[in-house]
């Protein structure tokens, strides 16, 4: 989410498609639509209009919410203008921002560029700490701190985040002799993510034919690194990721999977990545919320129920947007108080229960839109709670401003290149050379 794609655009790809869920509808963030901007139609009819920049299906206006604050707020209109992709959104939006000219009353921000929004252009935006009705308490500790400075200027408020679990194949996990009940799942695996690998390994003695453990390198990398505290940049800033252990285990370790054919040898979100959730070909992929949209999406009518969640080996965090108010907006003040409302536990829990969208306020997570929430491709399964859950445990992390280079270059030109007949140390050398490169160093 195709050789210039960023871990970010592959959380942008991912949502393809609106999906039930229960009465509403699950998938995720964004969907794989063209680059081409669009805005929503409306006449202002003397009324102010807010404008939201926004990449690919943040879902605001799918879910509703904009109807719903226009009737709370009479003599306010909203649009916004979308831009599906994120690697084509965020370049435009830095440049607006280093300019500061061209902005519109409200921005998003992806997780993996908020590090450098808060970093190098801060001055540029509102300080939300300071809106009326905004308490940091009202978030994820680590998910405020992402958005807030040094000094203390909080630039975005967080809508969702991605809490990873496992879903998994019941059918297919059965035809290879493991078991299918989530909680018996959950602890073949629990606490290391090497015992998910051997998982596989059991897997892959009994598979059913054409099938492989896993979907592709690229997930298990990013789950693995996702669940790490640090991983590509250590606290004063500076770029660690060939020094830390923690990411050369990860990928000795998705390389071992690669090479011993426990995943599938695509990347993900492309079209043969797709076929593959359609056909059946694998039993088991890592899974924030809106990944079963995806799933949804591309499946054939009889999987249906098939599947199930269970926790990851270890919390962790794929996916999450941030709200930022321009100093240089139209219209400021009404921005932040939509920005705030938008933010809102209810509004987060209604937006989860249409789109799948994971709350990042923890009050939300007890409105009866979560705790009541399935799905029908996992049936009866408690969806709600399992990633509430497995969003109480997730570690602080330290994101950096070119985390997504990095990550991209140990996918996409490192542990795929296993399953291509590459040796592991091969693909580590000549995924360090890129990211390197990439840096400029």
């Not at 998910?196 to 390198?217: H, I, N, Q, R």
């Not at 492309?270 to 949209?293: D, H, R, T, Y």
Request: proline fraction near 5%.
């Amino acid at each position: 989410m195709r050789a210039a794609r960023t871990t970010t655009a592959r959380r942008a790809l991912a949502i393809a498609a609106v999906t039930a869920l229960g009465a509403g509808l699950l998938a995720g963030c964004a969907d794989d639509g063209g680059d081409e901007d669009s805005t929503s139609s409306g006449g202002g009819n003397g009324k102010t209009t807010i404008s939201l920049g926004l990449f690919g299906t943040q879902g605001f206006k799918e879910a509703g919410l904009y109807k719903e604050y226009e009737k709370l707020n009479p003599d306010v209109h909203i649009e916004e203008t979308v831009i599906e992709r994120n690697e084509n959104y965020y370049p435009p939006l830095l440049n607006h921002l280093t300019t500061n000219s061209g902005l519109q009353d409200i921005q998003a921000v992806e997780v993996g560029n908020i590090a450098e929004i808060v970093n190098t252009q801060a001055d540029k935006l509102v300080d939300l700490s300071k809106a009326e009705g905004v308490k940091s308490s009202n978030w994820l500790d680590w998910k405020w701190k992402q958005a807030t400075t040094k000094s203390g200027q909080t630039v975005g408020l967080g809508t969702d985040i991605g809490p990873m679990a496992i879903c998994y194949r019941k059918d297919l996990f059965e035809k290879a002799g493991l078991p299918s009940d989530r909680e018996a799942v959950g602890k073949l695996w629990a606490g290391d993510w090497s015992k998910l690998v051997a998982v596989g390994e059991d897997y892959k003695e009994k598979a059913p034919s054409g099938t492989t453990f896993m979907d592709s390198p690229g997930g298990l990398i990013n789950a693995i690194l996702s669940s790490e505290s640090g991983k590509f940049y250590n606290a004063e800033g500076k770029v660690v990721y060939k020094e830390n252990p923690a990411v050369k285990n990860a990928f000795d370790l998705t390389a071992k999977a690669a090479a011993e054919g426990l995943v599938q040898p695509q990347t993900q979100f492309q079209p043969a990545w797709e076929q593959n959730i359609a056909n059946s070909k694998f039993a088991a992929v890592v899974c924030p919320p809106w990944m079963l949209g995806t799933i949804k999406a591309k499946s054939s009518d009889d999987s249906a129920g098939k599947w199930d969640v269970a926790a990851a080996p270890k919390a962790g965090n794929w996916g999450g947007t941030f709200l930022t108010v321009p100093k240089s907006g139209k219209n400021v003040e009404e921005a932040q108080k939509l920005v705030t409302w938008l933010t809102a536990p209810e509004q987060q829990a209604k937006l989860f229960s249409v789109m799948g969208s994971f709350p990042s306020a923890p009050a939300a997570y007890k409105l009866p839109q979560v705790t009541g929430a399935k799905n029908t491709m996992t049936g009866d399964s408690p969806i709600g709670e399992i990633f509430a859950k497995a969003a109480a445990d997730i570690p602080a992390q330290i994101i950096g401003p070119k985390d997504q280079i990095i990550q991209q270059g140990l996918t996409d030109n490192g542990v795929i290149l296993v399953t291509q007949g590459k040796s592991p140390k091969d693909a580590w050398e000549t995924a360090t050379k890129t990211i390197d490169n990439n840096l400029d160093q």
